[in-house]
């Protein structure tokens, strides 16, 4: 055979071709490679709490952080970024001790304004270690990277033992929402903002910084509005139409004080409490302007607001309806045996009772009790 000259092309028989081979990962050699690493990634995670993004490289440091969790020092990188965190937290909240005792306003600007830099750079911190949040975090059933910088603001910020941030906070957004008419733009937008990060952060703190205290204010004033509309003996179909207008502009509160839209179903909860299920029998038996006074004097706007409202309190369906059972009663015994009397008044108070209290059943069952 002749020799093959170099520049020749080698023809290789069909059907044998070769496999590319997958290179396994090397990982460096240098047994200091995690620290070093970690020092790195640490270094840029606290530039960016600084501020100063535009010298770092996230190409490499999201490069960093993949090969720190492929050569398994993933417990480690996964230290590091809740750690950092927490430390820089607590920076930015002893930087806000200086403000607490500054005007509402200028508080929650100064909280907000820390809360926004918090959360861009968890943010940045999150697209750097993306990988390990996504491997080693789900495999690990670890806490994601988003809900450690969460963890961090509550324990470090809002829940911080030495501060008086909570309880700052607290007081100056239950002064806002407490506000009739909340009509300052600024302060509204400010009221928003504190309550999406409360909504945000989780672990029931806006229920105990801003919802509870809200709730047991409201319960307050609800309980001296019944003082003085009973004082002032008021009728009982003026009282039901002011709780229906309370309850009737509580999305319209709410939408003003920026409240969480829950909170909504809570405060007319309370409402319904205070002033209707805890004066159900005053109500129903009030002297001149109950119940019995409305069927008489036939006044069906009343009527139906009362059994709108006592529809959605325990117990007051079952007052009304034995109130009206002695109501007929009455009737039953004024007409004596005139049947043709008798049937009339069955026929008005059935049309009433259908056509008013959307053919109520218990009210029909005492009707035709009474009238039987």
Known sequence: ????????????????????????????????????????????????????????????????AYDVILGRHGEVLYTLVATTMAAEVEKLAGSLDSTVSAPDAEFLRELLSRWKKHCNAVAMIRDVVIYMDRTFVLHGHKTPVRELGHRAWRDGMLRRPAGEVRQRLAAALLEMAGRQGA????????????TKMLVEVGDGLYEEILEAPFLEETRKFCAGEVVRLLASRCSCGEYLRTVESMIVDAEKARASRCLDARTEEKVTAVVLTEMVEKNV?????????????????????????????????????????????????????????????LSLEKERYREMIDGVFHGEESFHAALNFCFT
């Open 1 to 64: 055979m002749y020799p093959i000259p170099e520049q020749a092309t080698v023809q290789r028989p069909p059907g044998r071709r070769t496999r590319p081979r997958i290179q396994t990962f090397e990982r460096i050699a240098d047994p200091d490679f995690a620290l070093t690493s970690c020092l790195t990634l640490s270094s840029a995670f606290h530039e960016i709490y600084a501020g100063n993004v535009k010298d770092l490289n996230f190409e490499t440091l999201y490069r960093c």
């Open 281 to 341: 029998a005053l109500l129903v038996g009030m002297e001149d302007s109950g119940l019995a006074s409305m069927l008489v004097d036939g006044r069906y706007w009343d009527l139906t607001r009362m059994h709108r409202l006592l529809g959605r309190v325990q117990g007051g369906v079952l007052a009304m309806r034995d109130a009206m059972e002695a109501h007929f009663r009455e009737i039953r015994n004024t007409v004596g045996e005139d049947e043709r009397l």
């Open 183 to 194: 009509g300052d733009v600024p302060l509204r937008d400010l009221m928003a903002g504190a």
